[in-house]
């Protein structure tokens, strides 16, 4: 007799469901390092560290622009090439400039003779009104001698009456020559040549002269690679033209855009790690933050938003932060404007203030190559004063 089929469910082996439970509390247990590891990281490092990649090389871009009108005739420099400061960059035709200062120099050289004219004339003046007086003296004793004689009637009254009138006339000329005197001694009062304003009028149309002649001479304010020049030969330039830039690469620095959100414990003097896309990540800048800046990017940008006009969505800003970076190794590994950075910084240092706290003591940026022009503008002052200066009147300021 044929025995029914078992059709029951064969049981779950036991080890299967061991195998299971472990690999369930394994996973369990890795999302819990996960985590944990995550958290750890954040701790010790994430929160202490703000990256972004929107960050750029800036630097001074030094525009050479004329002061004076002049036609071009000489170019000293083309674009990437490296110029000293004090360097010549560009030249122009000084004919015009070099003929208004030789008629300065003879305005001048004359105004010093005419001023000397003034010293004179107030010696003469002083000589006139002595021999005035001594008439004056005469002719006071010859009537008061003639007057003792008509009274005894030694002489007519006739006599005394001219005698008289020498005395009117000899009083009259010696008032005329003390303020003759006087009109010429304001003149030349508490003064010597070099200080008279004459010749200081004289001496400041020269020096105008010599700036202008100066000034059809552009040379490079600062050392750097010259770029973006525009200029050329015979070209007639005005004041104010761009003609070309200069830019001293050893003097860059980046601009970090970082997110609004990233700012809280930003601060000056943090020290950030900068990595440029030209080298890549083999190369690292280090740098610390130099300043934040003062508003957000669309707050300065030429069309800002208008927020208020209800037409928004918000979003958002970034803040400009600069970070100067080492020059020994921007001597190393050379940088240009407008390259890619990518800038990290380390937040760990909370010492110092968000915003600065000082002004600057001392100019940020100087050139001295305009120093001489002025300086030997007044050496040919002095000399022309000197030259055309009497023995006794070469007093100088």
């Given at each position: 007799?044929?025995?029914?089929?078992?059709?029951?469910?064969?049981?779950?082996?036991?080890?299967?469901?061991?195998?299971?439970?472990?690999?369930?509390?394994?996973?369990?247990?890795?999302?819990?390092?996960?985590?944990?590891?995550?958290?750890?990281?954040?701790?010790?490092?994430?929160?202490?560290?703000?990256?972004?990649?929107?960050?750029?090389?800036?630097?001074?871009?030094?525009?050479?622009?004329?002061?004076?009108?002049?036609?071009?005739?000489?170019?000293?420099?083309?674009?990437?090439?490296?110029?000293?400061?004090?360097?010549?960059?560009?030249?122009?035709?000084?004919?015009?400039?070099?003929?208004?200062?030789?008629?300065?120099?003879?305005?001048?050289?004359?105004?010093?003779?005419?001023?000397?004219?003034?010293?004179?004339?107030?010696?003469?003046?002083?000589?006139?009104?002595?021999?005035?007086?001594?008439?004056?003296?005469?002719?006071?004793?010859?009537?008061?001698?003639?007057?003792?004689?008509?009274?005894?009637?030694?002489?007519?009254?006739?006599?005394?009456?001219?005698?008289?009138?020498?005395?009117?006339?000899?009083?009259?000329?010696?008032?005329?020559?003390?303020?003759?005197?006087?009109?010429?001694?304001?003149?030349?009062?508490?003064?010597?040549?070099?200080?008279?304003?004459?010749?200081?009028?004289?001496?400041?149309?020269?020096?105008?002269?010599?700036?202008?002649?100066?000034?059809?001479?552009?040379?490079?304010?600062?050392?750097?690679?010259?770029?973006?020049?525009?200029?050329?030969?015979?070209?007639?330039?005005?004041?104010?033209?761009?003609?070309?830039?200069?830019?001293?690469?050893?003097?860059?620095?980046?601009?970090?855009?970082?997110?609004?959100?990233?700012?809280?414990?930003?601060?000056?003097?943090?020290?950030?790690?900068?990595?440029?896309?030209?080298?890549?990540?083999?190369?690292?800048?280090?740098?610390?933050?130099?300043?934040?800046?003062?508003?957000?990017?669309?707050?300065?940008?030429?069309?800002?938003?208008?927020?208020?006009?209800?037409?928004?969505?918000?979003?958002?800003?970034?803040?400009?932060?600069?970070?100067?970076?080492?020059?020994?190794?921007?001597?190393?590994?050379?940088?240009?404007?407008?390259?890619?950075?990518?800038?990290e910084v380390d937040l760990h240092d909370q010492s110092g203030p968000a915003l600065a706290q000082q002004p600057p003591q001392q100019a940020s940026y100087t050139t001295q190559v305009y120093d001489r022009q002025l300086v030997e503008a007044d050496q040919l002052i002095a000399r022309l004063i000197?030259?055309?200066?009497?023995?006794?009147?070469?007093?100088?300021?």
């Amino acid at each position: 007799m044929a025995t029914p089929a078992d059709t029951s469910p064969p049981a779950v082996a036991p080890d299967n469901t061991r195998k299971r439970k472990a690999w369930l509390l394994a996973l369990l247990l890795l999302l819990i390092l996960a985590g944990a590891g995550t958290w750890a990281w954040y701790s010790l490092i994430g929160r202490w560290h703000e990256s972004t990649d929107d960050a750029y090389v800036n630097g001074n871009v030094v525009a050479i622009t004329p002061l004076v009108t002049g036609t071009v005739t000489s170019i000293g420099a083309d674009d990437g090439d490296l110029v000293h400061a004090g360097q010549v960059l560009l030249q122009f035709d000084p004919a015009d400039s070099e003929v208004a200062l030789q008629a300065a120099e003879a305005k001048l050289a004359r105004t010093v003779r005419q001023v000397r004219g003034l010293y004179s004339n107030v010696d003469s003046l002083k000589a006139q009104l002595a021999t005035r007086q001594a008439e004056l003296q005469k002719a006071r004793q010859d009537y008061n001698r003639r007057r003792i004689l008509a009274d005894s009637g030694a002489i007519a009254a006739e006599e005394v009456s001219h005698s008289r009138d020498d005395l009117s006339v000899a009083e009259a000329a010696v008032n005329s020559a003390r303020q003759q005197l006087n009109t010429s001694t304001a003149l030349v009062d508490d003064t010597v040549v070099s200080s008279h304003p004459e010749v200081m009028a004289a001496a400041a149309d020269l020096r105008q002269a010599y700036l202008d002649h100066a000034r059809t001479t552009l040379v490079a304010p600062v050392t750097g690679y010259v770029a973006k020049r525009t200029v050329q030969l015979g070209q007639r330039l005005q004041p104010g033209s761009a003609t070309m830039a200069v830019i001293p690469l050893d003097e860059v620095w980046i601009d970090a855009n970082f997110k609004e959100t990233q700012l809280r414990d930003m601060r000056i003097g943090q020290s950030v790690q900068i990595s440029a896309d030209l080298y890549g990540s083999e190369v690292t800048y280090n740098g610390t933050v130099d300043s934040l800046g003062a508003g957000t990017g669309s707050a300065f940008a030429l069309l800002p938003a208008q927020n208020a006009t209800g037409n928004w969505i918000k979003i958002v800003q970034r803040v400009p932060v600069r970070i100067h970076l080492d020059p020994e190794q921007l001597k190393e590994h050379p940088l240009r404007i407008g390259l890619s950075t990518v800038a990290e910084v380390d937040l760990h240092d909370q010492s110092g203030p968000a915003l600065a706290q000082q002004p600057p003591q001392q100019a940020s940026y100087t050139t001295q190559v305009y120093d001489r022009q002025l300086v030997e503008a007044d050496q040919l002052i002095a000399r022309l004063i000197h030259d055309n200066s009497a023995t006794g009147k070469t007093a100088q300021r």
